[in-house]
């Protein structure tokens, strides 16, 4: 199963892949109090490295190719943040860190899953819909640069 709890280890990958997406900027830092809040859950979507060979399995390392960031708190979860590598996008990565978070919620119980996304970002809306996320509300020049934010949440 490709998608694994996310380590200090991956984090320059990660970052990586956080800046040549740009679509957010959080520091070291913040990836390390997620990986260690015991609210959150982080995912990678890891292939062992192709050319690694080294016969230790823990120092192949792994190629990561996506990551997630989720609140798990019942009733009131969150998606904070979810990328595939752009040379791996529409190859079903994001679906499977999406899911990783949302095996965690009841929806028969009134769990649902909140998220927040820029107006603009069609791509990520196609997703999310796709996954049965709705808009319930926008917020007007949310981010720095003015952009709308849309507001979504899973109930089912
Ligand atoms: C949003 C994102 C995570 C989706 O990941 P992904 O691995 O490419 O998505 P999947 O391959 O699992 O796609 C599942 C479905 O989502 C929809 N979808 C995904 N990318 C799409 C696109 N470019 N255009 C239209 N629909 C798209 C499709 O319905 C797709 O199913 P299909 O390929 O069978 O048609 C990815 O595009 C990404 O990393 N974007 C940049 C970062 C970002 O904006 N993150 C969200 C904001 S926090």
């Not at 990678?44 to 399995?57: C, G, K, R, S």
């Not at 990328?83 to 119980?109: E, S, V």
Request: hydrophobic fraction near 40%; charge should be negative.
């Amino acid at each position: 199963m490709p998608v694994r709890e996310m380590k200090i280890d991956d984090l320059p990958q990660v970052l990586q892949i956080q800046k040549a997406l740009a679509f957010q900027d959080w520091n070291e830092r913040q990836f390390i109090a997620e990986i260690t809040a015991d609210y959150a859950l982080c995912v990678v979507y890891a292939e062992a490295a192709q050319f690694n060979t080294n016969e230790d399995p823990r120092l192949r390392g792994d190629d990561i190719l996506g990551y997630a960031v989720f609140h798990l708190m019942g009733p009131d979860s969150e998606l904070l943040s979810i990328a595939a590598n752009a040379p791996h996008q529409r190859a079903g990565i994001g679906t499977a860190l999406l899911n990783a978070g949302l095996a965690h919620l009841d929806f028969a119980k009134g769990d649902k899953m909140f998220l927040e996304v820029r107006e603009g970002n069609t791509k990520a809306r196609r997703f999310y819909e796709k996954h049965g996320f709705e808009p319930y509300a926008e917020r007007k020049k949310y981010y720095a640069d003015g952009e709308n934010a849309i507001l979504y949440q899973k109930s089912k």
